[in-house]
C-alpha cells in the first residue's frame, strides 16, 4: 500500500522555468492538498481540493496552480519559478471512513530555484 | 484566524529523561487537534487526533491532552528512536483545511 506518492523527489530549476509537481494517493480520498514548508514557517496551504472537479486556494497560492485530474491525482504547476519558491513541497489526502479528517502527507518533493 | 504557537522550539534530553511538548491554539470552533511527527528529509507521519477538552490518547511512549487553550504531548522515558519534530495542528470550521505550528524539534541523547 503506497499511500501518497510524489514525484519528483528532488528538482533544480532557473528562474523563470516552469515544471509540475505530481501527486497520487491510492487510498479512495476525496480530499487532496498541497502544502510547502520553509525553516521558521511551518507547513502553509497553497491549494487543496475537496473533491474531484473542484479546487480552492489556501494560505499561499500566488504563482501556483492545481489540476485535480481525477479522484487519485492532484497536480501542482510553478508556471514562472522564482527563487522564492525554493521549498520542500508535500501533498496530502484525507478522506473515508471513521478517519476521514486525517491528512496523510507524501515523502516531499524539495524544490531549488536558482 | 486561526492561530497555532508550539513550544519550546528545540529541546535535547538524556535517554529516559520525560518531558512534555506544548501547543496553545487560538481557532474559531475547533473541530479537531492533530499531533504529527516528522523525520528529517520525510513526511509528517499522523500521530493523534483530540476533538475535545479532557480527551487523552496514548501510544507506545507518549500521551497527548488537550485543554480548551492547548494541547500537550508527554513523553515518558524517551529513547533516542523518538528524535524527530514534532508538529501540532488544528482544524476548525466547515472545512478540512489545517493550521500547523512550527513544530518542535526534540533530540534524545543516548
Same mark, same amino acid.
Given at each position: ?45 497553497? $491549494?487543496?481540493? %475537496? #473533491?474531484? !472537479? ?13 489540476? *485535480? +485530474? ?18 520542500? $513541497?508535500?501533498? %496530502? #489526502?484525507? !478522506? ?13 518533493? *524539495? +524544490?531549488?530555484?536558482? | ?110
Amino acid at each position: 500500500n503506497a499511500g501518497v506518492t510524489q514525484t519528483p523527489k528532488f528538482q533544480v530549476l532557473k528562474t523563470g522555468q516552469s515544471m509540475t509537481l505530481q501527486c497520487a494517493q491510492d487510498m479512495n480520498h476525496n480530499s487532496m492538498y498541497w502544502y510547502r514548508q520553509d525553516p521558521g514557517m511551518g507547513l502553509r496551504l497553497i $491549494y487543496y481540493s %475537496a #473533491s474531484e !472537479g473542484t479546487t480552492d486556494k489556501g494560505e499561499v497560492p500566488n504563482g501556483y496552480n492545481v489540476s *485535480r +485530474l481525477n479522484k487519485r491525482e492532484f497536480s501542482l504547476r510553478l508556471e514562472s519559478a522564482a527563487p522564492s519558491q525554493t521549498s520542500v $513541497y508535500f501533498c %496530502a #489526502s484525507s !478522506g473515508g471512513g471513521l478517519a476521514k479528517n486525517i491528512q496523510y502527507f507524501g515523502a516531499g518533493t *524539495r +524544490l531549488s530555484v536558482l | 484566524e486561526d492561530q497555532v504557537t508550539q513550544s519550546p522550539e528545540a529541546l535535547r534530553l538524556q535517554e529516559g529523561e520525560s518531558s512534555s511538548l506544548n501547543c496553545s491554539y487560538t481557532v474559531s470552533g475547533l473541530r479537531g487537534l492533530f499531533w504529527y511527527r516528522q523525520d528529517p528529509g520525510k513526511g509528517p507521519e499522523f500521530l493523534f487526533t483530540l476533538y475535545s477538552a479532557g480527551e487523552e490518547k496514548e501510544k507506545e511512549r507518549l500521551k497527548a491532552t488537550l485543554t480548551k487553550k492547548e494541547s500537550f504531548l508527554h513523553i515518558t522515558a524517551p529513547k533516542p528512536e523518538d528524535s524527530a519534530t514534532y508538529l501540532c495542528a488544528v482544524q476548525a470550521g466547515g472545512n478540512e483545511k489545517l493550521t500547523f505550528g512550527t513544530g518542535t524539534r526534540l533530540t534524545i541523547i543516548p
